[in-house]
């Protein structure tokens, strides 16, 4: 993109804390796609796709991780697709310290760099409560809440109109799996990007228009320390 530097953005955050939420709004923002890894395998889930046998095996209606290498080739390729240009945005991406090695070797290699990984953290008491009241659309995959965003119609896409569902996922056992496996295998990853110097922690308590004030901000600051591109 002339005259304007590539933004490129990672999404950290347990489960349910608002990472998709926020992704679509930045998406729009700043006009560069947001790629979800988790909405990747649930489409291709949906549509039969090799790749969707794939992960079909590796359970992740019971909250298991995809293994590395599958994610690794698959965000390659959707990052290679031309849309992705003047940058993007991965939300659930990294998720271990393998695929964030990769990402930065993958970069590296295209001589860019991320501008930086935003933390959007909320406490335990409220993410069951996004959890709980959370409904998606099974056909475009838009997210609703049933008290903090409802549907103008109650239990129906505004979008397409279809019927909202919960995600198979969201059940009580299967969350709590999702909580303790990514505070083993993602939570390190704070670390990870804060000794890199590209940690910057996100207060997701208050409504999504707040964090995503906070969200801008952020986003505005770290953008002013790249050097455009010309
Ligand atoms: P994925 O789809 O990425 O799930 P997740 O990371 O567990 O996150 P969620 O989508 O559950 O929550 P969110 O933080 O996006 O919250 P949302 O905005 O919807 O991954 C699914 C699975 O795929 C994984 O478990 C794993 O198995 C596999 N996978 C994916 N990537 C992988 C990888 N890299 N490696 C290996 N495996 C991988 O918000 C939640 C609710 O709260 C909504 O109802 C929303 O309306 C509401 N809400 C949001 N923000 C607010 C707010 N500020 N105030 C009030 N309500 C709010």
Same mark, same amino acid.
């Given at each position: 993109?002339?005259?304007?530097?590539?933004?490129?953005?990672?999404?950290?955050?347990p489960?349910?804390?608002?990472?998709?939420?926020?992704?679509?709004?930045?998406?729009?923002h700043?006009?560069?796609?947001?790629?979800?890894?988790?909405?990747?395998?649930?489409?291709?889930?949906?549509?039969?796709?090799?790749?969707?046998?794939?992960?079909?095996?590796?359970r992740?209606?019971?909250g298991?991780?995809?293994?590395?290498?599958?994610?690794?080739d698959?965000?390659?390729?959707?990052?290679?697709?031309?849309?992705?240009?003047?940058?993007?945005?991965?939300?659930?991406?990294p998720?271990?310290?393998? %695929?964030?090695?990769?990402?930065? $070797?993958?970069?590296?290699?295209?001589?860019?760099?991320?501008?930086? @990984?935003?933390d #959007? &953290? !909320?406490?335990i008491?409220?993410?069951?409560?996004?959890?709980?009241?959370?409904?998606?659309?099974?056909?475009?995959?838009?997210?609703?809440?049933?008290?903090?965003?409802?549907?103008?119609?109650?239990?129906?896409?505004?979008?397409?109109?279809?019927?909202?569902?919960?995600?198979?996922?969201?059940n009580?056992?299967?969350?709590?799996?999702?909580?303790?496996?990514y505070?083993?295998?993602?939570?390190?990853?704070?670390?990870?990007?804060?000794?890199?110097? %590209?940690?910057?922690?996100?207060? $997701?308590?208050?409504?999504?228009?707040?964090?995503?004030?906070?969200? @801008?901000?952020? #986003? &505005? !600051?770290?953008?002013?320390?790249?050097?455009?591109?010309?």
């Open positions: 993109m002339r005259g304007s530097a590539r933004i490129i953005l990672v999404l950290l955050g489960p349910g804390a608002g990472k998709g939420t926020q992704a679509s709004r930045i998406a729009v700043y006009d560069i796609p947001a790629i979800s890894t988790g909405a990747m395998f649930r489409e291709a889930v949906q549509r039969g796709t090799r790749l969707g046998r794939i992960v079909q095996k590796c992740i209606d019971q298991e991780y995809v293994p590395d290498e599958i994610v690794i698959a965000v390659r390729e959707r990052t290679s697709e031309p849309d992705c240009i003047p940058g993007f945005l991965l939300d659930g991406f998720r271990t310290i393998p %695929q964030a090695d990769s990402l930065n $070797a993958m970069l590296e290699q295209q001589g860019q760099a991320l501008n930086g @990984v935003l #959007i &953290e !909320a406490p008491n409220e993410i069951i409560g996004r959890f709980s009241g959370r409904r998606v659309c099974p056909v475009d995959g838009s997210t609703y809440h049933l008290v903090t965003q409802p549907p103008q119609q109650p239990g129906i896409c505004d979008i397409c109109h279809s019927k909202l569902i919960m995600r198979p996922d969201d009580s056992d299967v969350v709590r799996r999702r909580l303790e496996v505070e083993q295998k993602t939570a390190p990853l704070r670390d990870y990007y804060r000794n890199l110097g %590209q940690l910057r922690e996100i207060d $997701a308590t208050g409504d999504p228009e707040t964090v995503f004030g906070q969200v @801008v901000s952020v #986003i &505005e !600051a770290l953008k002013a320390q790249t050097t455009p591109v010309l």
